[in-house]
């Protein structure tokens, strides 16, 4: 099945730092991919789709220019957060669907591993 | 109101037992329906999909869904310790919302040997 990959898989940073994570499809190409966040125990809250070549859409609550988003080819996305406090610390999950097939698996949603950031 | 809502358990069963997960939701425009299954700090891995209501079944996984009372059901035959996981339900709507998935909580499932 296709692959998605995320790097880094943790990420330790101070307070007030940035940081940037990567999405990559690596074996198809990715017109769209979703950022997800998700906090202990609790459920995945879509944060933004991520479109290729175009500005990101993202989700009621969630700051774009906290959170900024580049998909700047068809096999990666980044999400860069910025200014990064200890309330941002989360596992951050990205997923990406291969349009170059058809039917359910044209429309199977795959993850990456995730990131898991802590802010100091 | 969350518009997926899963009970969180945890549940915890013997080994061989059959597992029943559940889900609701609220929003009428979901039609497609799908059961994640995620390891400890891991992404989740897709399980089952169905596209409106009725069964569907893959090995000892069976999903059901009844659009009438947005209801949607997976059922576990057999579990075994390696289906210890959290199972999430997640839905999503067509046309240009596709893609766009809304997760229940997720259900911390335990089978003990």
């Known amino acids: 099945g296709a692959v998605v990959s995320q790097h880094p898989s943790r990420v330790i940073c101070k307070s007030g730092t940035s940081v940037k994570i990567e999405c990559r499809s690596l074996?198809?190409?990715?017109?769209?991919m979703f950022w997800y966040r998700q906090f202990p125990k609790k459920s995945l809250m879509l944060m933004a789709t991520s479109n290729e070549g175009s500005k990101a859409t993202y989700e009621q609550g969630v700051e774009k220019d906290k959170f900024l988003i580049n998909h700047a080819s068809l096999t990666l996305s980044t999400l860069t957060v910025t200014s990064a406090h200890p309330e941002d610390s989360s596992f951050y999950i990205c997923?990406?669907?291969?349009?170059?097939?058809?039917?359910?698996?044209?429309?199977?949603?795959?993850f990456g591993p995730g990131t898991r950031l802590l802010v100091l | 109101q969350k518009e997926v809502e899963q009970d969180p358990g945890p549940l915890s069963v013997p080994e061989g037992a059959i597992v029943s997960l559940n889900c609701t939701y609220s929003?009428?425009?979901?039609?497609?329906f799908m059961w994640y299954r995620q390891y400890s700090r891991k992404g989740p891995e897709l399980l089952m999909y169905?596209?409106?209501?009725g069964n569907k079944e893959d090995g000892r996984f069976t999903a059901q869904v009844d659009k009438s009372s947005k209801y949607i059901s997976l059922f576990i035959r057999d579990s075994q310790p390696s289906d210890s996981a959290t199972y999430l339900c997640?839905?999503?709507?067509?046309?240009?919302?596709?893609?766009?998935?809304?997760f229940g909580q997720g259900t911390i499932l335990t089978v003990h040997p």
């Open positions: 997640a839905c999503t709507a067509g046309g240009t919302s596709y893609g766009k998935l809304t």
């Open positions: 997923s990406a669907r291969d349009p170059g097939t058809s039917g359910r698996k044209g429309r199977t949603q795959y």
């Open positions: 169905t596209y409106s209501s």
């Open positions: 929003n009428s425009a979901f039609q497609y």
């Open positions: 074996d198809f190409q990715a017109t769209t």
